[in-house]
């Protein structure tokens, strides 16, 4: 994991020094070899033969949906997950795309607001891994990477918002699942739920072979044939034919900074012709540049247009979330009245 050049990718206007930095390094050192005696690695028997997977959904045409900063990174996942799976996490650009590594900087204040929300036993139980991949273990206590900090901070974020409980939610959908990391939380937070991932085919992968070993008998993955969702499964949807699926609306919208750093279709398409799933609660994460220049490889993060001719939506929160540092993150949350 932790090669030569090694890399971590610091917040804008993070103040951490190199010195911090190489401590931060050292000690996932350390915790990652504590981890493994603690959680070894799931034996190849247990894990996912992707390739029949593959063939079924590598066909599928979704260069229109992608921005030309994700079929780069959609290029560099292939290409490292096929040669070694368990090692993803390896490879700086990966990290970069979709594994937080920010030296602990955000983590310690989402840490200490995650102990304020639930008990020690509790996050002991929500936070430790799944050892599919290779994960860069930055907490020791809880024995997690600073990516699965952050999913359960997003999580509880908007619970204390929308004054819902997660546990008490039927239905979820996520647009865009990164390695599987949110919807492997909202699996053991709430296992009964149902869960609609929409994602580009090579990450539809990922994610299933990232919880396979512990969700094996709750995946439904879809195609042109199977475009129902399964109640009380993961159901994985490739983007294509997302207009496809027949639906109920969902309890709770989640994209953190996935819609955001979609192209102007994949938006409209799920702004407008699909509602945001006519979604009683959503939960959009973006990063808002303000006054400076849009990044132009994320043209569409911005403040969410939510279409209200369909459905009013009350807007609880739309600003920087407690954690931030510059305009790395903002949260958008609402609730249908």
Known sequence: MFTKNFNIHLPKNSKLSKFEVNNYINDCKKNLQSFKKIFPPFSKSKLLNYEDIWEKIKGYNTSTFMTEMWSEHLE???KHFFEEPYNLFHHDIIRYAMYLTAGNELAKKQISYLEKSYSEKILNFYLPEIQTFEHVISNSKYNCSESRIQHLTHLTFAQDKLKIKLNELNSFVEFGGGYGGMTSLIKRINPNSTILVIDFPIMLLVQMYYYYPIHKENINIMDNNNNNIIEGKINLCPINIVKDINFNPFDLFIATWSLSESNKKTNDIILNELNLFDSKNILYGYRDYGNEKPNPRQMCSKKLPLNKKKN??????????????????????????
């Open 312 to 337: 009013e939506y009350d807007i609880l929160f739309d600003d920087k979330c407690f954690f931030a540092l510059a305009n790395e993150h903002s949260y958008l949350i609402a609730k249908r009245i």
């Open 76 to 78: 560099y996942i292939k």
